[in-house]
């Protein structure tokens, strides 16, 4: 049952949300560190999230990890350094670059992936995986609603599944 606000034990959503996200990192991070990967830090995901296929300039990255291009700039130098990602010219502008993973960088990504989704399976099991799930579906009906820029595969599936046949 919810803490009433008046309770000096009730934490602000945000605080909550916060600590269940650091909870996972942690678990997510324990495991990596365990990995040839163990050189990623947490400020790289900004480009493993977003960057896929052919790549998206800095400013997309940016834009939808809500950073500044100053510290995006950062971040992707440094994975270019460990090897993980490269730039290349776009194709629709040669003054541009594309920021792309390199095949390293991929497979990390897919690792990293696959260690989300087995933390996330952990999370099911010790705290219900009907519940999870509702958490999972309520926190992308919020994201899609109150930040569509960070989350641009969930649009396009909303978009999609608004095509089918009723």
């Known amino acids: 049952m919810p803490r009433d606000r008046k309770d000096p034990l009730w934490i602000p959503l945000p605080g909550l949300l916060d600590i269940a996200s650091e909870a996972l990192f942690a678990e997510f991070r ?8 163990r050189d990623i830090r947490p400020t790289h995901g900004c480009v493993f999230r977003f960057v896929q296929g052919q790549g998206l300039r800095l400013t997309d ?9 100053q510290s995006v700039g950062e971040i992707v130098d440094d994975l270019v350094e460990r090897g993980y990602a490269k730039r290349i010219p776009d194709p629709d502008d040669r003054r541009a670059k594309l920021i792309c993973l390199t095949e390293r960088g991929e497979e990390a990504q897919a690792y990293g992936r696959t260690l989300f989704a087995k933390v996330e399976k952990r999370w099911a099991e010790r705290f219900g995986e009907e519940r999870l799930t509702a958490l999972r579906d309520l926190l992308e009906e919020i994201v899609a609603v109150e930040a569509p820029f960070a989350v641009p595969e969930l649009a396009e599936l909303d978009h999609a599944k608004s ?3 009723a």
């Open 30 to 37: 324990s495991e990596l560190d365990q990995t040839e990967y």
């Open 61 to 69: 990255i940016a834009e939808r990890a809500n950073m500044t291009k």
């Open 163 to 165: 095509l089918e046949p």
